[in-house]
């Protein structure tokens, strides 16, 4: 079904900067009214949106689905259960697959597993370079008739200066996003946690937090000379949210995003050598953190991205030092964000623009709006739904989160993709 009323909720949309009581009409996947005297028409599904937030659908640009090739962690279908699950009606998957996504066949492959999957919508980015190695441009043109939404090579930075400056020249002509993990791989090699007293205590090697700094200048010098958009992956540090922010008092086309846990955690918590405090770029400082809340508010920081990295066991299960990075996010982001809006530090309308109509603008996607016309991805959110994280409960494979047993407030009640309900949680509070 296609067709949905979702009846006396408060209608967010910071597309348009609408802020009202009212109703949402949805026919043919598409919305098609708003506001506060409609009437549902007659055999169309109401849903009960009292005491609710509508909001346009949760867009996340960076998760990693796993599938082809490493089934066993996360596969498209469960990826994007757990996506619907946390109020995302589209997720942006990450190249490194395997194989990993660097032609149009397995561009292809990922749609056709998503269509099937009919959940959340996947919008794929392609590699930036053959096989992720950083060596010869990927066949870009033919990924982009396929249908990538960006390109990146994800968490191997594209260090060859004239390399990349060839993708964003090509990124430039297709109208393709630039997305780059910004890490000096000669300054991080072989680190596994940030650089600094934390790293020291602890006798692990350390990432500094100048191997993501120099790569996000450089980078910026390369779009002063292409001209084309360019995005930051989860950024960490405060010199590198300096020098986007610089980059945008110039009028340069740089954005960038950043993770719920760099917004609250810090390389303090690997101390305990626990491995779901390991992900790349690391946990950083008190001083990274509030930087990241203040890039995140006034505007610097564009959109919240998961970095949704689920593993096995047998990845995390191990020493620190030879677990694999990342850690699970799409069913924990949005309390995260809500519970910077009851800090005070966002408002409900910035922390929607950053989970929904932010993301959007920075690939150019459908959604992120509830304008009449626009595609039907909607969350309704719960602000006030009280539950604790039980990894256990998850409905992705992944169960790597540092926020264990943490009491969280805020969840989405329904997730709708394209005017079908595809996820709904019970309104009972735990």
């Not at 597309?15 to 949402?24: C, H, I, N, T």
């Not at 959007?360 to 016309?373: D, N």
């Amino acid at each position: 079904m296609t067709d949905l009323y979702l009846q006396r909720g408060r209608l967010i949309d910071p597309s348009s900067g609408l802020d009202q009581e009212g109703d949402l009409l949805i026919r043919e996947g598409r919305i098609e009214a708003l506001g506060p005297d409609l009437t549902p028409p007659e055999g169309i599904r109401v849903l009960d949106a009292r005491d609710l937030w509508i909001t346009p659908g949760l867009i996340d640009l960076h998760v990693h689905l796993r599938e082809p090739g490493q089934e066993y962690k996360e596969t498209i279908e469960s990826g994007c259960r757990s996506a619907a699950a946390g109020g995302f009606t589209a997720v942006c998957s990450m190249p490194n697959t395997t194989p990993p996504n660097d032609s149009r066949a397995v561009t292809e492959y990922i749609l056709r597993q998503a269509q099937i999957a009919n959940s959340a919508r996947v919008y794929p980015l392609g590699a930036i370079s053959e096989g992720q190695k950083g060596e010869r441009l990927a066949e870009i043109g033919e990924m982009a008739e396929a249908g990538i939404c960006a390109l990146t090579d994800d968490g191997f930075p594209v260090m060859d200066a004239l390399l990349m400056r060839r993708a964003l020249e090509y990124g430039r002509t297709f109208g393709l996003t630039l997305c780059q993990h910004a890490e000096d791989s000669c300054l991080s090699k072989g680190g596994v946690m940030n650089e600094g007293i934390h790293s020291t205590r602890a006798g692990l090697r350390g990432i500094p937090a100048a191997a993501e700094t120099t790569m996000v200048e450089r980078d910026i010098r390369l779009v002063e000379l292409t001209g084309a958009h360019y995005h930051v992956a989860h950024i960490s540090t405060s010199s590198a949210v300096e020098a986007v922010r610089q980059a945008k008092a110039r009028g340069l086309p740089v954005t960038c995003e950043v993770t719920p846990h760099h917004l609250y955690l810090t390389d303090h918590r690997c101390l305990t050598y626990d491995t779901s405090t390991k992900m790349n770029p690391p946990l950083r400082t008190d001083e990274d953190v509030e930087a990241m809340r203040v890039g995140l508010a006034d505007g610097t920081i564009d959109a919240v991205a998961t970095d949704h990295a689920p593993h096995s066991s047998i990845e995390k299960d191990i020493e620190f030092e030879d677990a694999a990075f990342g850690i699970v996010g799409l069913e924990t982001a949005l309390p995260l964000v809500l519970n910077l809006v009851q800090d005070g530090l966002l408002t409900e309308m910035q922390a929607i623009d950053r989970l929904s109509t932010g993301p959007a603008r920075i690939y150019q996607l459908p959604g992120g709006s509830l304008q009449i016309g626009s595609v039907a991805d909607v969350t309704v959110i719960d602000p006030e739904y009280r539950w604790q994280v039980d990894p256990e409960a998850f409905e992705s494979k992944g169960r790597n989160t540092p926020f264990t047993g943490w009491n969280m407030t805020g969840r989405a009640i329904f997730t709708v993709v394209g005017g079908q309900v595809v996820h709904e949680q019970e309104r009972t509070t735990s």
